[in-house]
């Protein structure tokens, strides 16, 4: 059901550089390139991420309650991209671990604050 998902930058450039080393352990790459934003997936066929400067002009900030979540292949997949984005500057939201029954998952923000999620079902 989900097409793409867009998160906002006050810095595409540097930001752009930054989600190209956070997403390349789940072989993102870049799939489209505009003037006002960067999309990352395996194509555009199927759903891609999406880092935009605000249309509007105004600066971006992060949406309280807003969150990206990224589906990983196994529990080890969770448990190593996680460790890989706290290398790459993001925090911690929630060391990685199951939340539920079957639903394996780790919590983290970006350096510009917007908050994600690596996942696992089963």
């Known amino acids: 059901m989900i097409g793409y998902v867009t998160i906002g930058t006050n810095d595409l450039p540097k930001s752009g550089e930054y989600f ?4 390349a352990p789940l072989g993102a790459k ?11 997936g395996s194509s555009l ?3 891609f991420i999406g880092l935009m400067k605000p249309a509007n002009g105004q600066p971006a900030n992060v949406g309280n309650g807003t969150m990206v979540a990224l589906v990983a292949k196994d529990r080890a997949q ?7 984005a706290k290398a790459h500057g993001c925090t911690c939201e929630g060391a990685p ?17 917007h908050k994600m999620n690596i996942y696992k079902l089963g």
């Open 30 to 40: 870049r799939v489209l390139e505009v003037p006002h934003g960067i999309f990352w």
């Open 45 to 47: 066929a199927n759903p």
């Open 78 to 84: 969770v448990d190593e991209f996680y460790a890989h």
């Open 97 to 113: 671990g199951e939340r539920m029954p079957g639903f394996y998952a780790a919590y983290f923000r970006t350096p510009e604050g």
């Open 20 to 23: 190209d080393k956070l997403f």
